[in-house]
Structure formats: C-alpha cells, structure tokens
C-alpha cells in the first residue's frame, strides 16, 4: 500500500555527484526506517544506507562519500552522492519500512522503490 518512487539518477562522470530523491505515498501509514540500497550487475543488492531516528548507517563502501538526509514531514528521503566511482554503477532502490495506522491491530510494512539507474562513466 505505501509505495516508493525514486528520482535523480542518471549519467555522471567519476569524481562527480548525484542527489536522488524517494518519497513515499500511501493511506495512513508511518515510516520508521528509510534509506537507499543498490544491486549491480552480477552482485547481491546491498546497503548504501539507512535511516531510523536521528541516526544513520552507511554501507562501508560508500562512507565518506555519500550522505543520508530526510523529512519525516514528507515521507521524503535524499541521497547526495559526492567523488562517484565507476563502482558505484547500480540500481538504487529506496526502502522503507514502518507500520499502518488504519487497521485495528497495528501491522508492519515493508516497501521498495521501483528503482532508478546510477552510471558512473567516463
């Protein structure tokens, strides 16, 4: 029912930067824990990273490049991705995860973007 649309990907040279966007729509949900992971050709979908509270876990490839922003107002989560490398080549799907309020008993969810094409080339 929550659902994720990510934007700002695209085409970028190494050592240069991107910013991807993801914002969540639904009925009556709150999330707890938002953030971004990516999947290459041939690898296993991994974290980039991830938010819950006022703290943030970053994969340790990406840590000292990238950062993680958010406003829980809008159900909105940010990537600012700085000095990308040919290795950061990937899908990037938006995560979240959090609970409905609409039902009687209250139920988790789990929901993933569609994802949106990073390429980091010369």
């Known amino acids: 029912q929550v659902q994720l649309v990510e934007s700002g990907g695209g085409l970028v040279q190494p050592g240069g930067s991107l910013r991807l966007s993801c914002a969540a729509s639904?009925?009556?949900?709150?999330?707890?824990?938002m953030g971004w992971y990516r999947q290459a050709p041939g690898k296993e979908r991994e974290l980039v990273a991830i938010t819950v509270g006022g703290s943030a876990n970053y994969g340790d490839s990406v840590k000292g490049r990238f950062t993680v922003s958010r406003d829980n107002a809008k159900n909105t989560v940010w990537l600012q991705m700085d000095s990308l490398e040919p290795e950061d080549t990937a899908v990037y799907y938006c995560y979240a995860a959090g609970y409905y309020k609409n039902l009687p008993s209250i139920r988790s969810f789990t929901s993933w973007g569609p994802g949106t094409q990073v390429t980091v080339s010369s």
């Open positions: 639904g009925n009556r949900f709150s999330i707890n824990t």
